[in-house]
């Protein structure tokens, strides 16, 4: 399929550090791919320099063939792409109605929509005029995703959403994400939990460093271990 | 389809209504030691009239750091014009203010009020583009550079208007008090305080209610987000610069109309206290905003009145005691 996201030679400085050092992937129309890699090796700050939250100091950034690494981050967002960050940026003073307002943009909010949402994310529903301060941190999880996916959006960045969460509500999430999968949509998913990254990803890249260190499918990398044990370091067993 | 619910854990949050008993605690904390009820009832309006002037005048003060980080040592400026710009409309309008009648009264208010507040929200543009925005994010720099601001602006108002007191006479109708009982309540404070709500429920409505409200309150916890939701938060941030600023404008018109002066002094006068009023109520909270002013306004009459020496300091010394009880201020809504 052809690439709906292309990072040719991204460069990105946070300060005097110079986090990413090239890094070149696509990101195939319609398929999930997984962003892995060890704690520290860059996947949050590609995730951001790609909304433009980072300024990537060279290279080229391409949204299907619009590039996009000059652009400011409203208007990267509303040229498709929805952001779903590490630390999850609920708004927690608002409703968890008002957080879904405010990610629908100039759309009303749309029934069917949210119905397809409660369907794996039942708790929004319950606590639809709470306070999304007073969710716990799995419910919050589940909001910052109904933002991103409350309409429909080309492509979605999804930081490490398994992280701290109990086994039950992990396997909510992976149905929404294989679901989302089905629908359609464009997923780039950084995730930890190697089993997640293996039910939902095509295809995968693993970073290091800074740099993309292995590209392919996501068959190919979960069958080879040794490879696995080279890249991240862990194997199987002691991931879980 | 694993269907999760994990309800039964949701913590629920408290209603914090404990800061907004404050005020109603101080006042009837201070009564016993006032004694007569007539003069408690006299400070007690005398409180929360300048309260709500105080809260007009911080509104946007709040809102500017809670939405942007910006703290702006100039916000007094727009105080100071608003003031001069009630001298500027009142004067010509004395046939009105000097009538007997309350509506003529008022209705000579009103222009001066919306001159107030638009010279004050138009200058805000250009204050905000050559002052504010090449020092976002530098505190230190930001501090150094809206000082300087108020400074220059305080020196134009001299140059533009002289540098001695202008006398700003109430109009006629609003002179006077209101009898209740044995206690006399100025006519004046009484519509400070009904202004200092409509401008309270006004911005609670707004920030509540519409989808602007929505995403100042959201940008104040966090910028980044809004951004990435696809809104542009420099937008929202000149919008909420102006509607603040012309708030100081307002808010100048009333204090010198109570104060009965003009004078460019106003501005460096009062800006200690307008911080003094927002770190108490939790920076970027305009509740918190609301009940520090009231606070810092009731405990500067009763001290006056109680222990005249403690007056000077009777703000700082509520700022202390706030933040040891609660070190973010009443309302905490930002994370800095
Ligand atoms: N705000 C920052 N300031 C300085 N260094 C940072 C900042 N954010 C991330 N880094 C550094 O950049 C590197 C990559 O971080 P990150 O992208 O968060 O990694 P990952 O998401 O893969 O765990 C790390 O070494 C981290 O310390
Ligand atoms: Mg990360």
Redesign the pocket.
């Known amino acids: 399929m052809s690439p709906l996201l292309t990072l040719t030679g991204v460069h990105t400085h946070i300060g005097r550090y110079h986090i990413l050092q090239g890094v070149d992937f696509t990101v195939p129309e319609g398929e999930t791919t997984m962003l892995l890699g060890r704690n520290g090796a860059g996947?949050?700050t590609t995730l951001r320099t790609i909304m433009g939250l980072w300024r990537a100091s060279a290279g080229s950034i391409r949204l299907a063939e619009r590039a996009i690494e000059k652009d400011a981050t409203p208007d990267i967002s509303r040229a498709g792409l929805a952001y779903v960050p590490?630390t999850m940026a609920v708004f927690s003073d608002l409703t968890v109605r008002e957080n879904l307002v405010l990610a629908a943009r100039d759309a009303a909010l749309d029934d069917t929509r949210l119905a397809w949402i409660f369907g794996f994310f039942p708790a929004l529903k319950k606590f639809w005029l709470s306070r999304a301060g007073t969710l716990s941190g799995g419910q919050k999880q589940m909001l910052s995703i109904a933002r991103a996916i409350v309409e429909p959006r080309r492509l979605l960045l999804i930081?490490?959403p398994t992280k701290g969460l109990a086994p039950a509500i992990v396997g909510a999430l992976v149905e929404c994400l294989m679901e989302i999968k089905r629908g359609g949509t464009t997923v780039l998913l950084?995730e930890q939990n190697f089993r997640v990254a293996q039910a939902v990803g095509d295809r995968v890249c693993v970073m290091d460093n800074g740099r993309i260190v292995h590209a392919g499918a996501m068959a190919e990398f979960a069958g080879d271990e040794g490879l696995q044990q080279k890249l991240l370091g862990l194997s199987l067993d002691t991931h879980q | 389809m694993t269907a999760i619910d994990s309800g039964a854990a949701l913590p629920k949050r408290r209603a914090d209504f404990i800061p907004a008993l404050l005020p109603v605690a101080l006042a009837l904390a201070a009564l016993p030691f006032i004694g007569s009820s007539s003069t408690w009832i006299t400070l007690t309006v005398a409180g929360l009239s300048m309260g709500m002037m105080i809260f007009a005048m911080a509104s946007g003060l709040t809102l500017v750091f809670g939405l942007m980080d910006v703290l702006n040592f100039g916000h007094g400026a727009f105080i100071a014009v608003g003031a001069y710009m009630a001298a500027l409309v009142l004067a010509p309008l004395a046939g009105w203010t000097q009538a007997d009648a309350l509506w003529s009264g008022l209705a000579a208010l009103l222009p001066a009020v919306i001159v107030a507040m638009g010279v004050s929200a138009a200058l805000s543009i250009a204050f905000e583009r050559a002052l504010i925005r090449p020092v976002y994010g530098q505190h230190l720099k930001q501090i150094l550079v809206t000082m300087g601001g108020l400074i220059v602006a305080e020196q134009l108002l001299y140059a533009l208007f002289g540098p001695q007191l202008i006398a700003l006479p109430l109009p006629t109708a609003l002179r006077g008090s209101i009898v209740f009982g044995d206690a006399a309540v100025e006519k004046y404070r009484l519509l400070a305080v009904i202004v200092g709500l409509v401008i309270f429920a006004t911005l609670i409505l707004i920030l509540t209610r519409t989808k602007i409200g929505l995403l100042i309150r959201a940008g104040v916890e966090n910028r980044e987000m809004v951004e990435a939701l696809g809104y542009r938060i420099q937008r929202l941030f000149i919008g909420v610069f102006m509607a603040g600023s012309a708030l100081a404008g307002l808010g100048g018109v009333m204090w010198a109309l109570y104060r009965e002066q003009v004078h460019a002094s106003v501005a460096q006068e009062l800006t200690v206290l307008m911080f003094i009023v927002i770190i108490i109520g939790g920076l970027g909270s305009v509740t918190g905003c609301f009940i520090g002013a009231i606070l810092v306004a009731l405990v500067a009459n009763y001290a006056g009145f109680l222990v005249p020496k403690l007056a000077l300091v009777s703000d700082i010394l509520l700022m202390v005691v706030i933040l040891l009880w609660r070190p973010r201020g009443l309302f905490p809504v930002t994370s800095r």
Do not use: A, G, Q
């Open positions: 996947k949050t590490e930081d490490e950084v």
